[in-house]
């Protein structure tokens, strides 16, 4: 893409919203980032991206936040962080847009958490599906798969496992 949304820096994971205007990234090192590395988004105009903004304290910690996914209304975004509070290494967490911007990070808690990594978050178009990687749900190797859904009172499904031939030893 080159500039603006690359740098020297490292950017990568990111998601694009369904109508292909808003570009969600991580960036680390990035001048005006919050912590290790942060999530940002870019704007496009005509055929050109917008120089980015990051997000914030909003969603952005001291810490690593990073593998932004959006939901397809761009209202929901799913990502990975390691800040403190979570159950493990690293953990899920979504945070909402409404009229006073991103809301505070909410993790999705042990039904998707573990004690060990959960990262790569993809929410499905259908916005209650996620698809997502963990070390601490039992699997068939060192980080498999999963799926979950959302259940009508926002827990989530017992994750399944993707199973063979998605997940390998």
């Given at each position: 893409l080159g500039g603006p949304i690359n740098t020297p820096e490292n950017e990568a994971a990111f998601t694009v919203s369904?109508?292909?205007?808003?570009?969600?990234?991580?960036?680390?090192?990035?001048?005006?980032g919050i912590?290790?590395?942060?999530?940002?988004?870019s704007k496009l105009n005509g055929e050109v991206w917008q120089n980015p903004f990051n997000l914030g304290n909003a969603v952005n910690s001291t810490e690593w936040e990073t593998?932004?996914?959006?939901?397809?209304?761009?209202?929901?975004?799913y990502f990975v962080s390691n800040r403190p509070g979570g159950y493990g290494g690293s953990d899920i967490y979504k945070s909402t847009f409404?009229?006073?911007?991103?809301?505070?990070?909410?993790n999705l808690g042990t039904d998707i958490n573990t004690a060990e990594?959960?990262?790569?978050p993809f929410i499905h178009p259908d916005g209650i599906t996620l698809y997502f990687t963990s070390s601490g749900h039992p699997g068939m190797g060192k980080s498999d798969i999963f799926y979950s859904r959302t259940l009508k009172d926002n827990?989530?499904?017992?994750p399944?496992?993707?199973?063979?031939?998605?997940?390998t030893d």
């Open positions: 369904a109508d292909g205007q808003y570009l969600f990234f991580t960036s680390c090192s990035r001048v005006g912590g290790s590395c942060d999530i940002w988004v593998q932004p996914s959006l939901t397809s209304d761009g209202k929901t975004l409404g009229e006073k911007g991103w809301t505070n990070p909410v990594d959960e990262q790569f827990s989530w499904s017992k399944g496992n993707m199973c063979f031939p998605i997940n």
